[in-house]
């Protein structure tokens, strides 16, 4: 099974700390997502890549880098973290013609 | 505007009671419609994919069918354990999704 790895399940971090997320997936994957899930928003896509190196912006990407040095791995990065960025944070991996497989998800409070 | 609507928000069933969820789109040039189901606390985990208009997929006691506007997600005889949130996308471009915001289903034993 392929499986997507999220490095932590529970963060908390103070305002204007800067946040890494960290994902990994086993299958050799092209295209990995990070989304974030907030209740009665659904899912928003924050940024993807389709290669190593490549990203591509989605509809949120405000507050939010991305790095995709190796192919297995993904990492969110929260420039300066404030507390409208407080969610659950979920990474996606897919491959051609499949449904996302996504990791179990970073819910992070920023205080 | 491009829309995914899944509805009810929430659903109580008794356990054996079978029900259908629905989801909704206004998307043009549509390429798959994905459900997922999603675990408190946990990511969502891959259902089904539907392509084209009278398409069904079928899954222990779920069956997702597709029309040109909307999928029904159907639960035959459901029991507790199918208690979740389920999810529905919908793929407009090759790695472009739009998500609705769920159905939340509790099952009663």
């Known amino acids: 099974d392929v499986k997507v790895t999220q490095s932590s399940r529970y963060l908390v971090k103070r305002t204007g700390e800067k946040v890494f997320l960290e994902c990994v997936q086993d299958?050799?994957?092209?295209?990995m997502f990070w989304y974030r899930q907030d209740p009665g928003l659904g899912l928003r896509l924050i940024y993807f890549?389709?290669?190593?190196?490549?990203?591509e912006k989605g509809d949120i990407p405000e507050g939010y880098s991305v790095s995709r040095e190796k192919k297995e791995r993904f990492s969110l990065i929260l420039e300066s973290a404030s507390t409208n960025q407080t969610s659950m944070y979920l990474c996606?991996?897919?491959?051609?013609?499949?449904?996302?497989?996504f990791g179990s998800g970073t819910r992070l409070t920023v205080v | 505007e491009d829309q995914v609507t899944q509805s009810p928000e929430a659903l109580r069933l008794q356990e054996g009671e079978s029900s259908s969820l629905n989801c909704s789109y206004t998307?043009?040039?549509?390429?798959?419609l994905f459900w997922y189901r999603q675990d408190p606390g946990k990511g969502p985990e891959f259902l089904f994919t539907?392509?084209?208009a009278g398409e069904e997929k079928e899954k222990e006691r779920l069956k997702a069918t597709l029309t040109k506007k909307e999928s029904f997600l159907h639960i035959t005889a459901p029991k507790p354990e199918d208690s979740a949130t389920y999810l529905c996308?919908?793929?407009?471009?090759?790695?472009?999704?739009?998500f609705g915001s769920g159905t939340k289903l509790n099952v009663k034993p």
């Open positions: 890549s389709y290669d190593v190196k490549m990203k």
């Open positions: 996308a919908v793929q407009y471009n090759f790695n472009k999704f739009y």
């Open positions: 299958m050799d994957h092209e295209n």
């Open positions: 998307v043009s040039g549509l390429r798959g």
């Open positions: 539907l392509y084209s």
């Open positions: 996606a991996s897919r491959g051609a013609n499949y449904g996302y497989t």
